[in-house]
């Protein structure tokens, strides 16, 4: 059964850094494209960051996280990151983790976590 659990998500100050976390069960991390997702308040969800497949997998971010935040994978944990750093008070928000997954020949059907809150205030 596919599951996604984000945690890591807190308080933090404007220029702080926090990671966030997704660990992953029944699938592997490293063998799929994962993203992250936020959605702030009174705005639909947007994409953050992805990594593709691979112990190499292809880093791509929306412009706002470019510079800032790093996504990342850890095999091991089957486990996937995400870095923040130089918060900003627009970064508030709930953030997910999702996946894509195709079996049998079935169209991909998306998956989701149930998100961590991440609030950035003085």
């Known amino acids: 059964q596919v599951q996604l659990v984000e945690s890591g998500g807190d308080l933090a100050l404007p220029g702080g850094s926090l990671r966030l976390s997704c660990q992953a069960s029944g699938f592997t991390v490293t063998s799929n494209t994962m993203r992250w997702y936020r959605q702030r308040s009174g705005k639909e969800r947007e994409w953050v960051a992805s990594i593709g497949s691979g112990k190499r997998g292809i880093r791509t971010y929306a412009g706002f996280a470019l510079d800032r935040f790093t996504i990342s994978t850890d095999n091991a944990k089957n486990t996937l990151y995400l870095q923040m750093n130089a918060l900003k008070a627009q970064d508030t928000g709930l953030y997910y983790c999702?996946?894509?997954?195709?079996?049998?020949?079935?169209?991909?059907?998306?998956?989701w976590g149930r998100g961590t809150q991440v609030t950035v205030s003085s």
């Open positions: 999702n996946v894509k997954l195709a079996e049998g020949g079935a169209p991909p059907v998306d998956y």
